[in-house]
Each structure stands twice: as structure tokens, then as C-alpha cells.
């Protein structure tokens, strides 16, 4: 799969179709959604930075990370954000039977994101889900966890924790090799889709703008990483393109 360098994380050149085909015919991949506060903060810590390269797949999640990789390689790449990937691969994962699993978020969210699925997608197949406490990375990568998802052996796990402690448990699980599953860092892209949060118009994702929507939902929460994070990312992008530090790997 081809690679480009974005600040110091290499991002996969790809599109959403690629994707969903990949997951819903392969196994035992990890794939992390990265945008910019991800790449901000990747750049700023080397052990992170080493977690996210450890994925199969590294994807160009937002308009910034998207474009960034477009300006520089000239490759025309598209956003291959968290919602998108979600809802088209459960809805290409009908014909062939594609099972999922939900690891992370709460209950109440869950429920409601199963109830939606099954309205749009009656035949959908979810094996199941679990909601754990609050804990580290390593508690919630422990082998009671993994052991009922293995259990389970469905043929994704979306795992729901936030960044980037969801990458962490993914790398845990990962390297334990004990869950054969697709591990897809989906943060909580699933809240648009069970209804408990608003998702910003297209139109307003595709113009770059959505962070002004979420910013306004929950100013408290999202100033730091759309306020200061993205500044990062505009200052660090514009370091790489002067140094002309570029990147291209078939890993």
C-alpha cells in the first residue's frame, strides 16, 4: 500500500473505496483514522508517532490531512474520514455476511447506534459489543477483554475510545495476535451515526469547515485541538513543504 510522509506520519494514498473493499475481504488488519490534531500530536511525540506507524493502514481522515497530502504529492488524494469509512463499510459488508463488533463508548450510545443500523440494514450482522469502564490503555487491551472479543471473532472490531488511547489498545491487541479480527480506531464517528451527536452538513466538510460546527457544538471539549492544534498543523506543513521533506514508501 502506498505511503506519503504528512509532517512525520506516513498516510496512506488511497481512497474510501479501497478501503471498505479491503476490510470487508481481508483480516487481521489495523487501520487508524488520522487527522490533523492525530498528525499534531504524532509530530510532537516519537512513541506515538511510533503506535500510529505500526497500522496496516493509516488514513487521510479531514480536509487538512486530505489536502496536505494532495498539495505535496500532487496525487489528488480525497478525504477518507470516520463516518464515511463506517457507514460504507457496514453497508458493503451486507453481501458478504461482514460481521461487527463495537469495543468502547457507552451503552446508551451503542444501543442506539445498533437500533439505527438495523433500520437502514435490516440483515446487518453484529456479533456484539462491549462497553468497559473507564481504564488505561493496558487495562483495556487485558486478556479478560481480549479473550471475549476473540470469543466473538467477528470480522471488524470498531473500536470506540478516543485517540489515542484506542490506538494503543489496538496495538496491544495487535501484537497479542490472539484477535483475528480488523481493528478500526473509528473514535466517535459511530455518536453521527446512533443520532447522539450532529454531523456538520457536507457541504461544510467538504469546504474545510467542518471543525466550525463541531467547535460551536462543543466549544469546551474541541478549542484546543481545532483552535491551537490546527494552527500546529498549518505551521508544521508549511516546515515540511520549505525543507521540501518528502516521503514515498510501498509498505
Not at 62 to 69: D, E, L, Q, Y
Not at 212 to 232: T, W
Request: a positive charge.
Amino acid at each position: 500500500m502506498k505511503k506519503v510522509k504528512i509532517l512525520k506520519t506516513n498516510i496512506n494514498e488511497i481512497t474510501l473505496e479501497e478501503v471498505t473493499n479491503t476490510l470487508t475481504s481481508s483480516k487481521s488488519l489495523t487501520v487508524a483514522v488520522c487527522n490533523a490534531n492525530s498528525l499534531v500530536r504524532a509530530y510532537k511525540d516519537e512513541l506515538l508517532n511510533k503506535v500510529i506507524e505500526s497500522f496496516d493502514m493509516r488514513l487521510p481522515d479531514g480536509f487538512p490531512v486530505a489536502k496536505a497530502s494532495s498539495l505535496i504529492y500532487r496525487n489528488n488524494q480525497k478525504r477518507v474520514d470516520g463516518y464515511k469509512l463506517f457507514t460504507e463499510t457496514v453497508k458493503k459488508g451486507i453481501n458478504s455476511n461482514t460481521s461487527h463488533y463495537f469495543y468502547g463508548n457507552s451503552k446508551d450510545v451503542i444501543d442506539k447506534l445498533i437500533s439505527e443500523l438495523i433500520k437502514k440494514h435490516p440483515s446487518v450482522n453484529i456479533s456484539g459489543f462491549l462497553c468497559p469502564p473507564v481504564g488505561t490503555a493496558e487495562e483495556l487491551s487485558s486478556e479478560y477483554y481480549e479473550k471475549i472479543i476473540s470469543e466473538a471473532n467477528p470480522d471488524i472490531v470498531w473500536v470506540s475510545l478516543g485517540f489515542p488511547k484506542q490506538e494503543n489498545v489496538i496495538k496491544n491487541f495487535s501484537m497479542s495476535k490472539k484477535i483475528s479480527s480488523n481493528l478500526v480506531g473509528i473514535g466517535f464517528a459511530i455518536e453521527w451515526v446512533a443520532g447522539t451527536k450532529v454531523k456538520a452538513p457536507e457541504l461544510l466538510a467538504n469546504m474545510g469547515l467542518e471543525w466550525v460546527f463541531r467547535l460551536i457544538q462543543e466549544p469546551k471539549r474541541l478549542y484546543k485541538r481545532y483552535l491551537i492544534d490546527n494552527s500546529l498543523f498549518i505551521t508544521y506543513f508549511l516546515k515540511q513543504v520549505l525543507l521540501n521533506d518528502k516521503k514515498v514508501s510501498a509498505e
